[in-house]
């Protein structure tokens, strides 16, 4: 087992995000919480807008969904990687502080502005497509409160609090450790900066195979933000689900809990048996069945 210094953990994440440090030379923490702000509001700007297109408008299905969340993600981390490491979501950078050394007093900045990004996003989609939701849902009802935030088995399906929140620990744990996976540079990692690619793929799987029990929200900032602009405009039972119970804690605490548990898996699995940057591959030991016997 190969140990790896504080500085090799650092360095660990490569540029495409998330690092566990972000590149703030020139940039500054400024311009780092800027980054997550933008980014998330990308990423919000298509996640939001195809399920109004899907709710509102009945154009596209679940698959459209998964795929424009993905390509979402995909073109965030490549608006934000280089100035903030493009965590855009409060669970990356939670489990980043404890597993990769990123700073404590970043945590809550970096939060809140992926926080806002998702907010501000939410409110255009809202804004855009108002005439075509109050069309389909009037009221403004559970029926197209999923279009905003995520709901325990997305409004219809026999789903409750507990089981929601499993998902979301389930469903974040997976994306944690797939995102370090990727991004570890001491990993085979994706060539020619794919790997925002690769984790919006990541997010079009978990959609696919993730989707049904809680709606995939595997970040705080993603729920919160939208489910927040939706309260302030409209839609008056935002916080609770379909069965009337405080449901908005589900996708914040599950998605926090999840992403720590993914990245110490990640680390207790691979990351620790991972030689560092300059040190050698070791080898793997030969089969015993591949090697030669002796001549009598």
Do not use: C
Request: cysteine-free; charged content about 15%; overall charge neutral.
């Amino acid at each position: 087992m190969a140990e790896t210094s504080s500085a090799d953990r650092k360095k660990a994440g490569g540029r495409a995000g998330p690092p566990a440090e972000p590149v703030t030379g020139p940039v500054g923490p400024l311009g780092a919480v800027a980054a997550e702000f933008a980014g998330t509001m990308i990423l919000i700007l298509f996640g939001v807008g195809v399920v109004a297109q899907v709710a509102g408008a009945e154009i596209g299905d679940h698959d459209s969904i998964a795929w424009a969340w993905g390509l979402g993600v995909t073109l965030a981390i490549y608006v934000a990687a280089r100035a903030s490491g493009a965590h855009l979501n409060p669970a990356v950078t939670f489990a980043l502080a404890v597993f990769r050394d990123f700073p404590w007093r970043r945590v809550a900045p970096y939060m809140l502005a992926q926080t806002a990004g998702a907010f501000v996003a939410a409110l255009i989609v809202r804004w855009n497509y108002s005439e075509v939701l109050a069309k389909a849902d009037p009221g403004h009802t559970i029926k197209t409160q999923g279009v905003f935030s995520t709901l325990p088995g997305n409004g219809e399906l026999p789903v409750g609090t507990m089981g929601g929140l499993r998902d979301q620990i389930i469903g974040t744990a997976i994306l944690l450790f797939l995102v370090l996976a990727i991004t570890d540079a001491r990993n085979d990692g994706p060539a020619a900066n794919l790997a925002p690619l690769m984790i919006g793929l990541v997010v079009v799987a978990i959609g696919m195979a993730w989707g049904t029990n809680a709606g995939y929200a595997i970040n705080p900032a993603r729920d919160f933000g939208p489910r927040l602009a939706s309260f302030l405009t409209g839609y008056g039972g935002a916080w609770r689900d379909q069965y009337g119970d405080l449901y908005f804690w589900v996708p914040i605490i599950g998605p926090l809990v999840g992403g720590v548990l993914g990245a110490g898996l990640y680390k207790t699995l691979i990351g620790r048996f991972l030689p560092g940057r300059d040190e050698p591959v070791p080898e793997p030991a030969p089969s015993p069945a591949r090697v030669p016997a002796e001549p009598a």
